[in-house]
T-cell receptor, first 112, second 114 residues
Framework: NAGVTQTPKFRVLKTGQSMTLLCAQDMNHEYMYWYRQDPGMGLRLIHYSVGEGTTAKGEVPDGYNVSRLKKQNFLLGLESAAPSQTSVYFC???????????FGPGTRLTVT | AQSVTQLGSHVSVSEGALVLLRCNYS??????LFWYVQYPNQGLQLLLKYTTGATLVKGINGFEAEFKKSETSFHLTKPSAHMSDAAEYFCAVSEGQAGTALIFGKGTTLSVSS
């Protein structure tokens, strides 16, 4: 069991470039989440998904899009990166009947 | 609306001393409460959780927390700090049905000196 994995681990983008972060889980969890972590801010929810083909906005969704075409994968896209999106991004997943979330190792993104 | 406040962004203790990390929450319904730990350059790991039942919850690595409804608190404690406890700790709350996203506090960095 790999748990929750994230690709890539590090990335540097120039302003205006686009990229997709991939999250994969092998625990057959229904729910998946994308958070961003910034110093002194804790973790803030960007988008989440309660099942394949469904997504919803979280606290800070602007500038991001997501897709969940397969139950095990949750993609986070940045169409036109901005320096304000420099952050560490965490993916998490949970069972539909549980409050416990399992986190990936994170992706450190720098936008210059 | 639910929210979490962690008092003290940085706590320093000596090895062997008591660890106390404070968390207060705001919730309109009975909350579900969590403590996560993050070691440098790693993801978050669940330390312990309160959902229902006993208000004193024991977690991994000797940590425990007590849910006090009257004080809206869920403070994390460990009787004797170890160097390996140095990390960032996050308190989180969830309300409503399972699967609801967590609301995190801003985190407390614990430093342990020898």
């Amino acid at each position: 069991n790999a748990g929750v994995t994230q690709t890539p681990k590090f990335r540097v983008l120039k302003t205006g470039q686009s990229m997709t972060l991939l999250c994969a889980q092998d625990m057959n969890h229904e729910y998946m989440y994308w958070y961003r972590q910034d110093p002194g801010m804790g973790l803030r929810l960007i988008h989440y998904s309660v099942g394949e083909g469904t997504t919803a906005k979280g606290e800070v969704p602007d500038g991001y899009n997501v897709s969940r075409l397969k139950k095990q994968n949750f993609l986070l896209g940045l169409e036109s990166a901005a320096p304000s999106q420099t952050s560490v991004y965490f993916c998490a997943s949970s069972r539909g009947d549980s409050y416990e979330q399992y986190f990936g190792p994170g992706t450190r993104l720098t936008v210059t | 609306a639910q929210s979490v406040t962690q008092l003290g962004s940085h706590v320093s203790v000596s090895e062997g001393a008591l660890v106390l990390l404070r968390c207060n929450y705001s919730s309109s319904v009975p909350p579900y409460l969590f403590w996560y730990v993050q070691y440098p350059n790693q993801g978050l790991q669940l330390l312990l959780k309160y959902t229902t039942g006993a208000t004193l919850v024991k977690g991994i690595n000797g940590f425990e927390a007590e849910f006090k409804k009257s004080e809206t608190s869920f403070h994390l404690t460990k009787p004797s700090a170890h160097m390996s406890d140095a990390a960032e700790y996050f308190c989180a709350v969830s309300e409503g049905q399972a699967g609801t996203a967590l609301i995190f506090g801003k985190g407390t960095t614990l430093s342990v000196s020898s």
